[in-house]
Structure formats: structure tokens, C-alpha cells
């Protein structure tokens, strides 16, 4: 009568589930690490499209002139006081800046008078590897909002 039973795992059994975890690890991070660009992507550009309109209705909500300002990748809304002349001037009221490598901020920069017509006419844009997010400001202050894939033109 044979009263000896095994008990836990053997070097093959264990070896096999380690090869299958990598294996499902290979296959996932590469997923996630797309999953992950795309949603900082989409998060940056909806941040910075929320910036311009809050900075429009700012000009005309507290009367003075509000300027959209980038500096390399940065994105400034500055409140320019009476000096319509350098949209980058004045006290910082918010900004948005881009940390991550994979997205790059372009554009010119505009400005609002306390109307909310434009002083300077321009674009911001957020591009990634595949896609673009643009705001562009024109004459009277009308916000053209544009997205598609390839970059900023």
C-alpha cells in the first residue's frame, strides 16, 4: 500500500506558468503603452482647447486683455493689462505644460480684448506621433477647433 502522495509543484510545472506570464507580459505593455500616450494625448489637447475658451470669456468676464502665449512647451494664459503689443507679458493667470516627449506644442499664441475679439490672431496645436489637436483664433474672435491625424500645418 502506497501511503506517499506528492504534494506542490515540479521545476516543469512552475518554468511553464513563468514562460506564460511573460510571454502575456510581452503581449500587454506594449498595449498599455499606446493606451497610455493616447490618454495623456487626448488629456493634453482637451486642456489646452479648455484653456483658450477659458481664456475668451475671461477677457469679457473681467474686462482686460488676455493673451494665449507659448513658449516652447508651454502654453501660458497671461493677463497682458493694458499692453496689447506682446501677448507673453504680464502676470500668469494658468498655464498647461507638456512633460512627456511623445506630444509637442506649436502654434503662435493669440490674444482677447476685454470684447473678446481678437488682438493677435493665431493657433495653438498638440501633436502626437499619429494626430493633431489645433485651436485657431480669428478676426472678431471666433475659435475654430480642428483635429485630424498627421501634424499641425
Given at each position: 500500500m502506497n501511503l506517499h502522495t506528492n504534494e506542490g509543484f515540479s521545476l516543469v510545472e512552475t518554468m511553464v506558468v513563468i514562460?506564460?506570464?511573460?510571454?502575456?507580459a510581452l503581449v500587454a505593455i506594449p498595449s498599455f503603452i499606446k493606451y497610455y500616450q493616447t490618454y495623456k494625448y487626448i488629456d493634453y489637447a482637451s486642456t489646452m482647447e479648455n484653456l483658450v475658451r477659458w481664456a475668451r470669456i475671461t477677457a469679457m468676464e473681467r474686462t482686460i486683455n488676455v493673451g494665449i502665449c507659448r513658449e516652447g512647451n508651454t502654453l501660458k494664459i497671461i493677463n497682458m493689462g493694458t499692453d496689447r503689443s506682446n501677448l507673453c507679458s504680464g502676470s500668469i493667470m494658468h498655464s498647461l505644460t507638456i512633460t512627456d516627449n511623445f506630444v509637442s506644442l506649436s502654434g503662435s499664441g493669440a490674444s482677447f480684448d476685454p470684447k473678446g475679439f481678437a488682438i493677435h490672431l493665431g493657433n495653438v496645436c498638440i501633436t502626437n506621433s499619429?494626430?493633431?489637436?489645433?485651436?485657431?483664433?480669428?478676426r472678431f474672435g471666433a475659435m475654430r477647433f480642428e483635429k485630424g491625424s498627421g501634424g499641425c500645418t
Open positions: 514562460v506564460l506570464v511573460a510571454i502575456l499619429s494626430s493633431y489637436s489645433k485651436v485657431s483664433i480669428s
